[in-house]
Nanobody
Framework: QVQLVESGGGLVQAGGSLRLSCAASGRTNTMGWFRQAPGNEREFVAAISWSGHITRYADSVKGRFTISRDNAKNTVYLQMNSLKPEDTAVYYC??????????????WGQGTQVTVSS
């Protein structure tokens, strides 16, 4: 089983930036990020294919967030710019098994808190 460990969360002012990292213990296909704020369902944020050639973003983060990966390190990143208070949430890394279809997520990290102050 693949283990995922997130890092890089923290407290920033609105308009600031953070870079989240997620290291996987083994090979994965799709890797992505979800987030959950208090009282809300967990929502999709961004995803990237194994090759890095296909990316998908939630409309709420397009133009502000960028997902990337380094397969040599089995690591996915989420660069978050122009952060808004509405981005405050626990961010979860997710991944699908190597060889699985795009946008399949079977593995989940424990989450990292992102707080954006106004």
């Amino acid at each position: 089983q693949v283990q995922l460990v997130e890092s890089g969360g923290g407290l920033v002012q609105a308009g600031g930036s953070l870079r989240l990292s997620c290291a996987a213990s083994g090979r994965t296909n799709t890797m992505g990020w979800f987030r959950q704020a208090p009282g809300n369902e967990r929502e999709f944020v961004a995803a990237i294919s194994w090759s890095g050639h296909i990316t998908r973003y939630a409309d709420s983060v397009k133009g502000r967030f960028t997902i990337s990966r380094d397969n040599a390190k089995n690591t996915v990143y989420l660069q978050m710019n122009s952060l808004k208070p509405e981005d405050t949430a626990v961010y979860y890394c997710a991944a699908g098994p190597y060889g699985s279809n795009f946008f399949k997520f079977d593995y989940w990290g424990q989450g990292t808190q992102v707080t954006v102050s106004s």
